[in-house]
């Protein structure tokens, strides 16, 4: 049996902050993770998305763009990171596409891990892969 634990935190040490727009799903996991591993953290939402959950400011320290709209905040969250890390199952749609274009056009480093292609192992392996790259 290993204790991945220590391998953990190591891997967490070469992160610095993780940026992140809060949407439900992996960009809110990334988020608990963080809060989770004591990594800096934060990101950009729309006005709307912070009166909709206003525990996204409250719990994950992210700001508000008041004049911006969801791919404007989007775009800060492209800038402010090193790369973009997508995971979906399946050909990224909706906000995965987007940030995947937007990290393209600003020439970003971003991966993508289908998760109905690789196993949750393998998906592990080529993040810390990328992120020793990145």
């Known amino acids: 049996m290993i204790d991945s634990g220590d ?49 996204l400011t409250r719990t994950y320290r992210l700001q508000t763009m008041r004049h911006g709209n969801f791919v404007l905040a989007a775009l800060q969250n492209i800038l402010d990171s090193d790369g973009v890390l997508i995971i979906s199952r399946g050909e990224p749609s909706g906000n995965s596409a987007l940030n995947r274009r937007l990290a393209e056009k600003h020439r970003h480093p971003w991966i993508y891990i289908d998760l109905d292609r690789v196993s949750a192992f393998e998906a592990a392996r080529q993040i810390e892969t990328w992120i020793s790259d990145h």
């Open 7 to 55: 391998a953990w935190a190591e891997k967490a040490v070469m992160i610095r902050k993780i940026v992140s727009g809060g949407q439900e799903g992996v960009e809110r996991a990334a988020l608990d993770a963080a809060l989770k591993l004591n990594i800096a953290h934060g990101g950009w939402v729309p006005s709307w998305r912070e009166e909709e959950d206003r525990s």
